[in-house]
């Protein structure tokens, strides 16, 4: 069996992985893991909310809703598609 000399690129990478992971806080446990998450979904909602009402200050809150369905709707598909490249990506690193 022929053994390749050159490391995959995941193990090369593995020491930078390890630098961003030490400066990271980690919830100490599922239940506050889970508190974190819902206050940021929060927060981040009603900033989502608040900035297309400034950019609309005529609009209804009907309108805002709509409007926010609708970014929603495209970030959406762009995620989709960033997930597809995404893929593609892992394949080519991880996979070759």
């Known amino acids: 069996m022929k053994r390749s000399k050159k490391a995959p690129l995941w193990l090369r990478r593995l020491d930078i992985v390890k630098a961003e992971m030490k400066s990271v806080r980690f919830p100490r446990s599922a239940q506050e893991g889970f508190r974190q998450c819902a206050e940021l979904s929060e927060t981040a909602g009603r900033l989502f909310w608040e900035s297309i009402?400034?950019?609309?200050?005529?609009?209804?809150?009907?309108?805002?809703?709509?409007?926010?369905r609708l970014l929603l709707a495209r970030l959406s598909a762009a995620q989709a598609r960033w997930i597809a490249k995404w893929k593609k990506e892992r394949d080519r690193y991880f996979r070759g």
Do not use: G, I
């Open 53 to 68: 009402r400034a950019d609309h200050p005529e609009a209804s809150d009907k309108d805002v809703e709509q409007e926010r």
